[in-house]
């Protein structure tokens, strides 16, 4: 799935604490499916979330956001999440979020920003965060260039597919 | 020039041939890829998601791949041997060299048993523990399934050159492994994520001490404080061992003297209490006796963490000519089939079961949880990598994790006992 970093985002936030595991976004060893995982995603934290998440919401957490197993954020996009914004996260979450074209954006000092229910607008081209009612903001990092690249093709094996195709044309692969 | 071994490493193998420091985002050049588990998404599902018609066209170099099927071996589904069968057909037609399906074990101690990763190297893996690599001087690096169909088409990967943390650990080396220890204690002292993307160098005169089997317990936990690389001196311990295994040639990385370090942690293992990580999070640290007296249903040893030779014998060494408490379940899972014979010919296992221990398959079923699971108010002490709320089953049911010393004295008192209560009679 293509991911425009320039296109604005708003939605209402969803905010955690510090180091979430990808376990509790992943519950799959009780629900090794993705629709099973859909109703679960994240009740080890928050057990109405995944009944009361709509489509367009922001998910805030604290720092190390993600830690834990290598697995991916997909369940949260499946459940609605629109953007991810947090502290700091995990490298394997980040790379993760990278290579499936998942929109993170990192933001020291969120949680100080951003009530859990208010409304955030994420303004990747601005490089910040609004919270709409107070309309304080925080800087967000930038991604290098090729990790833009990555977001805007729509993941790394999409990446790695226009790669082949330039690299080997008319390959019937 | 003054490098860390991260900067060494990628300097080495980044694509446009320059040196690189800290920060910097390469394409780099990998030595290996291991794959476990699921392979079946990297190696196929990726593929047609991407465009490619029949599955991956091509991998850059099938000797340099290994397919070790280890979370799923023995298969405890339908689903699972489904999953397997496939990738057991997609591994023959793209031609990968090294496979094991009907072999269980830990695939990160079974990249070590084979000498499938040397020194220097740069060696990626779909699974978080890949960083254990870092214990024989590899630049062991995790990474996610997308960036591993990304790396089995071109041997290529992106990264960012992380900076390094010096964690220099000091003291004596005493008869018993003390590396989950020393990783809890340092986790409770500086937080769960106080290594967050950077490299660890561990160095000082207790490293050079440290068994292989300490420091793959050591370099398998930094990704529970956050690490890109854990990474040990090589020495002659290191050569020994895989002059032992391989005639492929390898050049190891040492840092420079003068190399620079956003941080340096120092520790004195003489001055560490024994520690004990509470429910639910790693960096949850306290001394274990302020856990003392707490029961305890259900222990276990095993993992890429502690399911190696010495963290087995300790355990038969506490539990010799013992009986472990009534109702206890003592789980325990050697890390390998290497690592279950050396215990069964070393009269281990017997110990054990004569104990009331039950000594399991080799693999990952106890730490994930494919197998022993927990109940509502159960209480349980393990030496594997995580306590995560809900880890082992219940929500409700509480996981301490501490060394395989401080679990075998659990499985014996039946409650969480500080061990050096035993130490004199072992």
């Not at chain 1, 919270?131 to 729509?154: D, S, W």
């Not at chain 2, 041997?81 to 695939?107: C, T, W």
């Not at chain 2, 779909?126 to 996610?144: E, K, Q």
Request: proline share 5%; aromatic share 10%; net charge negative.
């Amino acid at each position: 799935m293509t991911f425009n970093l320039n296109q604005s985002i708003e939605g209402r936030v969803w905010k955690f604490g510090n180091s979430i595991e990808t376990d509790a976004i992943n519950p799959y060893y009780h629900y090794p499916t993705m629709e099973e995982m859909k109703l679960h995603t994240m009740e080890a934290y928050r057990p109405e979330f995944a009944k009361e998440v709509k489509f367009g919401d922001i998910l805030v957490a604290g720092t190390n956001f993600g830690c834990g197993s290598s697995r991916p954020g997909l369940v949260l996009r499946e459940v609605g999440i629109a953007a991810i914004v947090v502290e700091s996260v995990s490298r394997l979450f980040l790379r993760n979020s990278i290579a499936r074209a998942i929109p993170i954006f990192l933001a020291p000092g969120i949680l100080d920003l951003v009530e859990d229910g208010e409304t955030l607008r994420v303004d990747y081209a601005g490089s910040h965060v609004v919270n709409v009612k107070t309309n304080k903001q925080l800087k967000i990092r930038k991604f290098p260039p090729m990790i833009e690249k990555i977001f805007e093709i729509g993941g790394l094996p999409e990446f790695a597919y226009a790669r082949f195709q330039k690299e080997n044309p008319g390959s019937n692969v | 020039m003054n490098q860390t071994f991260a900067e060494k490493l990628f300097s080495r193998k980044n694509l446009q041939g320059e040196p690189v420091s800290a920060g910097d985002v390469i394409e780099a050049k990998i030595d290996g890829a291991m794959l476990h588990y699921h392979a079946n998404e990297p190696l196929y599902d990726m593929a047609l998601q991407a465009g490619f018609k029949n599955g991956m066209p091509r991998v850059w170099d099938p000797e340099k791949i290994f397919v070790l099927l280890d979370h799923h071996q023995p298969t405890l589904s339908l689903k699972q041997a489904d999953e397997n069968a496939l990738i057991r057909k997609e591994v023959e037609r793209l031609g990968i060299k090294n496979f094991h399906d009907s072999e269980p074990g830990i695939a990160h101690q079974m990249m070590l048993d084979y000498a499938y990763m040397r020194p220097g190297e740069l060696v990626v893996g779909n699974d978080s523990h890949t960083i254990s690599y870092g214990a024989i001087n590899v630049g062991g690096n995790g990474i996610t399934r997308a960036d591993m169909f990304y790396a089995l088409l071109y041997g290529e990967l992106w990264f960012q050159v992380p900076e390094s943390i010096k964690i220099i650990l000091n003291g004596k080396n005493p008869n018993y492994p003390i590396a989950k220890d020393i990783i809890l204690y340092l986790a409770g002292q500086y937080g769960d994520d106080f290594a967050n993307s950077m490299s660890i160098e561990y160095s000082g005169t207790l490293s050079s001490q440290l068994s292989i089997d300490s420091r793959m317990c050591l370099s398998a936990h930094g990704v529970e404080v956050g690490a890109k690389l854990a990474t040990f001196e090589f020495d002659n311990q290191v050569k020994d061992y895989l002059d032992s295994k391989t005639n492929i040639p390898y050049e190891p990385i040492s840092a420079d003297p003068n190399a620079t370090y956003k941080n340096e942690i120092s520790l004195n293992v003489d001055e560490m209490p024994f520690v004990i990580a509470n429910p639910h999070q790693f960096g949850n640290v306290s001394p274990i006796d302020e856990a003392s007296g707490i029961k305890v249903n259900q222990a276990q040893i095993g993992s890429c963490a502690n399911g190696r030779y010495e963290d087995i014998e300790i355990a038969a060494r506490v539990l010799k000519g013992r009986k472990i408490a009534k109702g206890m379940r003592f789980l325990i899972s050697p890390a390998s089939q290497s690592v279950y014979l050396k215990c069964l010919k070393n009269g281990l296992v017997e110990t054990l079961i004569e104990s009331g221990a039950q000594v399991i398959t080799p693999g990952c079923g106890i730490c994930q949880p494919k197998i022993g699971f927990i109940s509502d108010k159960e209480v349980c002490i393990t030496s594997t990598t995580r306590n995560f709320k809900g880890r082992k089953g219940s929500f409700n049911a509480d996981i301490y994790l501490a060394g395989p010393l401080s679990v075998a004295y659990a499985a014996l008192c039946g409650e969480i006992r500080n061990p050096t209560e035993i130490l004199n009679d072992i």
